[in-house]
């Protein structure tokens, strides 16, 4: 396997720099690597560095866009000073996208800013939650069309402890891999899905294969075990980027993160036939969204 990871040697959020080999190797799933780029925690900030900074029962801290702290606990202080902490990432994330990859500028839509205080080995998970299994990002609830997640991610941990990734084949090798056990799209299921709202639109034949393929990489033992793979400790002070439904990933171990998610809309891809969406329907040979789409199954 050729390195999932390409290193960068930023040091400044705001440094507009950008490569067209870097874009492609992004495009391609690959995992940009800052590793002397690091948020600038400040001194009494690392008093919010809890678990219990989360509120029982929640998984992330978030930010929204109109400012609004979700799924924080501790005093009204701590959680001002918390949300002015992501926010502050959210600037710099922001600023580095638009540094890194211009193309991209003005297309990108900004989903919530997440604080992940929990430790990542001694979080309990069912197999399909369970992220210290290999996979690509997709979500049962939101069907995405082929919108792609570009995610920045800046380990904070204060004690020197690594966020440790592991980081599998390209997006091509895994479909390639998993798509002949896939189930096959059934368009009444979908509706059904609707009907019930447990989707929050009708989900797609590719929501579908993106869905199963995820499912069917957590669920094999020996993909898991002996897939092609990088292990990859992301130390405090860095940062790492990547299209999450592309880069086939699994986190091992780390507590403290924050993580910004970007949404590119589906076909704005400097090549956009790197992408999943292309790929899957090259490799299924019939289109996987849109008009036409799953007529009659
Ligand atoms: C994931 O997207 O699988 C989680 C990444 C992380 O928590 O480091
Ligand atoms: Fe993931």
Request: proline letters at 7%; a positive charge; charged letters at 25%.
């Amino acid at each position: 396997m050729n390195s999932p990871i390409v290193e960068i040697d930023f040091t400044d959020w705001c440094e507009a720099r950008s490569q067209p080999d870097w874009t492609a190797a992004v495009e391609a799933g690959k995992v940009l690597h800052f590793p002397r780029l690091g948020f600038d925690l400040q001194p009494a900030e690392t008093a919010l560095l809890r678990e219990d900074m989360l509120k029982p029962g929640t998984r992330n801290v978030s930010l929204g866009a109109d400012g609004v702290l979700k799924g924080a606990a501790g005093s009204a202080a701590e959680q001002e000073a918390l949300g002015a902490m992501v926010g502050r990432f959210r600037r710099q994330a922001l600023q580095l996208i638009d540094g890194l990859l211009p193309e991209y500028r003005g297309q990108l839509r900004v989903a919530p800013t997440s604080f992940r205080p929990k430790q990542v080995e001694t979080r309990a998970q069912s197999v399909r939650a369970d992220d210290q299994r290999m996979h690509v990002d997709a979500f049962p609830s939101r069907p995405s069309y082929g919108e792609r997640l570009l995610r920045v991610f800046t380990n904070l941990n204060p004690h020197g402890v690594p966020r440790v990734w592991r980081v599998g084949e390209d997006f091509e090798t895994i479909a390639r891999r998993f798509l002949p056990q896939a189930k096959p799209y059934r368009l009444w299921q979908a509706r059904m899905l609707n009907a019930v709202h447990a989707t929050k639109s009708l989900r797609s034949e590719y929501d579908h294969l993106m869905l199963q393929l995820h499912d069917l990489m957590k669920f094999d033992e020996d993909y898991q075990k002996n897939g092609t793979q990088l292990t990859m400790p992301f130390a405090p002070g860095s940062v790492w980027v990547c299209f999450s439904d592309q880069a086939t990933h699994a986190v091992m171990s780390g507590q403290y993160m924050m993580e910004q998610t970007l949404y590119l809309p589906p076909g704005r891809e400097v090549n956009p036939q790197s992408s999943p969406l292309a790929i899957l329907t090259r490799l299924v040979g019939r289109p996987l969204v849109g008009v036409g789409a799953g007529v009659a199954r």
